[in-house]
């Protein structure tokens, strides 16, 4: 289960991930080395977006944290692709520390 923190626009977001028994810390994400991602200024208030969209990294992890597959994220919203998804995913998971 994904939980994302309620952060200001334009912030790094932490995520915090619980598997039965496992428990992970956390570190900020640097999204500027995810080249899937982009943030600009001017677009959807500075929020992290899927490169070429006006989609926020943070529509991923809510729907994702509200019971939806990766498939129906990407059926729900049709501009972002599945490597984008993945990279995104995977990048996400390079910040877990297991504790």
Known sequence: MFWLSNI?????????????????????????????VEHVEDKVSG?????????????????LESGASVDQFLEWFPGVTHEQVTAVLEHAEKSLVEV
């Open 47 to 63: 929020a992290w977006v899927f490169r070429g969209t006006r989609i926020p990294v943070r529509a991923l992890f809510e729907n």
């Open 8 to 36: 200001p626009n334009g912030a790094l977001p932490a995520i915090l991930v619980r598997r039965q028994s496992k428990a992970y810390d956390v570190r900020m994400l640097d999204w500027a080395e995810c080249q899937q």
